[in-house]
């Protein structure tokens, strides 16, 4: 069992930055591949970067490339995001999710592949 909590959102102006972490519970976390998904009100949850367990391969949906980074500390059982260059279509709640990968060198884009969520952590860009 993963336990997942969210932190690092907030307010910021478009063309600011803010990085997330995503603090896990349980000693079986370096074995998951993670995830960052967000949801706008109205909208569906959408993938927006995922990690292998090993940090070997990461992935991006195509609107964040170049502007967001995901990376992971298996010794401190924590993922982060740093997001840059944000923009106001970038406002969200952002969740981690964790799902195990039985050292598969990979991540998933779809929600359903991911067992464990966090609570989630607003982010407001404003123009």
């Known amino acids: 069992q993963v336990q997942l909590v969210e932190s690092g959102g907030g307010l910021v102006q478009a063309g600011g930055s803010l990085r997330l972490s995503c603090a896990a519970s349980?000693?079986?976390?370096?074995?998951?591949?993670m995830g960052w998904f967000r949801q706008a009100p109205g909208k569906e949850r959408e993938f927006v970067a995922g990690?292998?367990?090993?940090?070997?391969?990461?992935g991006y949906r195509d609107s964040v490339k170049g502007r967001f980074t995901i990376s992971r500390d298996n010794a401190k059982n924590t993922v982060y995001l740093q997001m840059n260059s944000l923009k106001p279509e970038d406002t969200a709640v952002y969740y981690c999710?964790?799902?195990?990968?039985?050292?598969?060198?990979?991540?998933?884009?779809?929600?359903?592949?991911?067992?464990?969520w966090g609570q989630g952590t607003q982010v407001t860009v404003s123009s």
């Open positions: 990690i292998s367990w090993s940090g070997g391969t990461t």
């Open positions: 349980g000693r079986t976390f370096s074995t998951y591949a």
């Open positions: 999710a964790g799902a195990r990968s039985y050292y598969s060198d990979t991540y998933y884009t779809q929600a359903d592949a991911y067992a464990y």
